[in-house]
């Protein structure tokens, strides 16, 4: 009977490093992307610097009718129904795979992420006239983005273990895609794709830290927080993402005038849809069996 118990205080001694080293992380990411959130908006829209380099890197790219079509298409799918239908998805594979936490967790983090893109876009966020091209409405963060990137990882949260590293690839390449649709289409600015997976990434780290805090789902291991899918992979579906976008057509706007505005836009996209997804993937990896 000794045996169990020594085993038990062992276990617990791992685990307490382990969840505090989570806890800690998860926190620092949350106010971290906060922060950058704030700055973003602040500069990108509340400024004539940041409104300047913000419209010119939307205006840097561009496609043939042919191109926009196929684009366009792509966006027109992204809906609210389709967000509904991938949501009962996540939430169907966790509830057979008896995660009920993460199944909550899963609808928190969608629903959460959309409401606050959707608040901040028409309730929060104001964009001035400061005399920079067209008077237009905010648009910061996206709505497309903010819908696919928040998809992705609800189903990192819940997906199995063998399914993580094909599913960051698809997701990061699914994410690219749309926030750079929005961009060539001229229904975004660059930053509001960058603050969709800001507000996503937020979302992503508040459940995390929560179901860690109340000990839900799956027992912290000590490894939890290290990479348990390569980086790479993400980068690879984002690389994956250009290649398409290429492929369908999108150029820069004025051809080699254009062309170095374009490329820093478009990785500037890529990157951190992947680092978003990336940095979901290890804070989840407690949750992958």
């Not at 899918?229 to 999108?250: F, S, Y």
Request: charged share 10%; with cysteine; aromatic share 4%.
């Amino acid at each position: 009977m000794a045996v169990p118990q020594l085993d038990d205080a062992h276990s617990t001694s791992v685990q307490a490093p382990a969840r505090a080293r989570l806890l800690a992380i998860t926190s620092l990411i949350v106010v971290a992307c906060s922060a950058a959130l704030v700055l973003l908006a602040r500069y990108a829209v509340g400024s004539v610097s940041g409104q300047r380099l913000d419209t010119a890197a939307m205006d840097s790219v561009d496609g043939s009718t042919a191109t926009m079509m196929t684009l366009l298409d792509g966006l027109g799918s992204i809906s609210i129904g389709t967000a509904a239908v991938g949501l009962v998805l996540c939430v169907v594979l966790a509830v057979a795979r008896r995660q009920y936490a993460q199944a909550v967790g899963a609808v928190a983090l969608v629903a959460g992420a959309n409401i606050t893109t959707q608040v901040l876009k028409y309730q929060v966020i104001d964009r001035p006239d400061l005399g920079v091209g067209d008077v237009v409405p905010n648009g910061l963060p996206s709505g497309h983005a903010t819908v696919v990137a928040s998809l992705v990882l609800a189903a990192l949260l819940v997906a199995p273990r063998a399914l993580r590293a094909p599913l960051a690839a698809l997701g990061t390449a699914a994410t690219v895609i749309t926030g750079a649709s929005t961009v060539v289409a001229d229904w975004h600015r660059p930053s509001d794709v960058l603050a969709a997976l800001l507000v996503s990434l937020i979302w992503g780290a508040l459940i995390v830290l929560v179901l860690s805090w109340n000990d839900f789902g799956a027992e912290v291991r000590s490894s939890s927080v290290r990479t348990v899918m390569p980086g790479t992979v993400a980068i690879i579906g984002a690389a994956l993402a250009g290649v398409l976008l290429i492929g369908v057509g999108v150029r820069p706007d004025d051809g080699w005038a254009d062309l170095e505005l374009a490329a820093w836009m478009l990785a500037a996209i890529a990157a951190a849809s992947a680092a978003c997804i990336d940095s979901f993937a290890r804070l989840s990896a407690t949750y992958a069996s």
